[in-house]
T-cell receptor
Framework: DTGVSQDPRHKITKRGQNVTFRCDPI?????LYWYRQTLGQGPEFLTY????????KSRLLSDRFSAERPKGSFSTLEIQRTEQGDSAMYLC???????????????FGPGTRLTVL | AQSVSQHNHHVILSEAASLELGCNYS??????LFWYVQYPGQHLQLLLK??????LVKGIKGFEAEFIKSKFSFNLRKPSVQWSDTAEYFC?????????????FGKGTKLSVIP
C-alpha cells in the first residue's frame, strides 16, 4: 500500500533562499492539497489541485509561494525568498473524487519540515 | 470563514477510562466532518468521518463520534482508552455548502494515557 510521499522530509535553509518541496499522491488520486502546520496549531489550507488545475488558493499563499501539478500526478510547492515565519511543517494530502462536486476523504503524507535560519 | 474549536488542549487519562473530546464548528451550511489522529512520530491518519446519514459514526480502534447539527458539534468518544491511544487528535470540517473542499482543522487535543 503506497501512501502519499513527500520529499525532502526535512529542509534547513537560510533566510532569503528558495526552497522546493515535492509531493507524490496516492496513485490515481485526482485531487491534491497542500497545508501548512505550525507548532501548537492544526494544519492550515494553502491550495488544492484537481488534476492539473489549481482550483483554490488560500490568502496564506503569498506571492512568494507557488504550486504546480504539471501532469496531474506529483506536485511541487516552491517558496521564494524564504522568511523565518515560513518555518513550519508542509503537508500534502490527496483524494479520489469520482463525481465532480462530491465529497472526498483526504489522506495525508508525512510532511516536509522547513526550518529557516 | 468557518472555524473549528477543540475545547481541550491536553487530556490525561488512565487506561480503561472513558474519553470524550469536544469539537464545535462555526459553519451553518452542509458540512463533512472528520477526526484525524497523529501518533507520536507518525503522520496524520483518518480516524473516522461523517458525510451524511446516521449521525453516530464508528471509526477504527473503537472510536466513535456523534454529529449533533443543532449544536454544531462532532464529539469523539471511546468507552475505554488504551496506552496506545496516546496521540494528538484533530477535528476537521469541510464546508461543502460553500463549494469549498479544503479542510478547516481545530488546534488539536493531545491525549496522554497513563498505564
Amino acid at each position: 500500500d503506497t501512501g502519499v510521499s513527500q520529499d525532502p522530509r526535512h529542509k534547513i535553509t537560510k533566510r532569503g533562499q528558495n526552497v522546493t518541496f515535492r509531493c507524490d499522491p496516492i496513485s490515481e488520486h485526482n485531487r491534491l492539497y497542500w497545508y501548512r502546520q505550525t507548532l501548537g496549531q492544526g494544519p492550515e489550507f494553502l491550495t488544492y489541485f484537481q488534476n492539473e488545475a489549481q482550483l483554490e488558493k488560500s490568502r496564506l499563499l503569498s506571492d512568494r509561494f507557488s504550486a504546480e501539478r504539471p501532469k496531474g500526478s506529483f506536485s511541487t510547492l516552491e517558496i521564494q525568498r524564504t522568511e523565518q515565519g515560513d518555518s513550519a511543517m508542509y503537508l500534502c494530502a490527496s483524494s479520489l473524487v469520482i463525481t465532480s462536486g462530491s465529497a472526498d476523504t483526504q489522506y495525508f503524507g508525512p510532511g516536509t519540515r522547513l526550518t529557516v535560519l | 470563514a468557518q472555524s473549528v474549536s477543540q475545547h481541550n488542549h491536553h487530556v490525561i487519562l488512565s487506561e480503561a477510562a472513558s474519553l470524550e473530546l469536544g469539537c464545535n464548528y462555526s459553519y451553518g451550511g452542509t458540512v463533512n466532518l472528520f477526526w484525524y489522529v497523529q501518533y507520536p512520530g507518525q503522520h496524520l491518519q483518518l480516524l473516522l468521518k461523517y458525510f451524511s446519514g446516521d449521525p453516530l459514526v464508528k471509526g477504527i480502534k473503537g472510536f466513535e463520534a456523534e454529529f449533533i447539527k443543532s449544536k454544531f458539534s462532532f464529539n469523539l468518544r471511546k468507552p475505554s482508552v488504551q496506552w496506545s491511544d496516546t496521540a494528538e487528535y484533530f477535528c476537521a470540517v469541510n464546508a461543502i455548502g460553500a463549494g469549498s473542499y479544503q479542510l478547516t482543522f481545530g488546534k488539536g487535543t493531545k491525549l496522554s494515557v497513563i498505564p
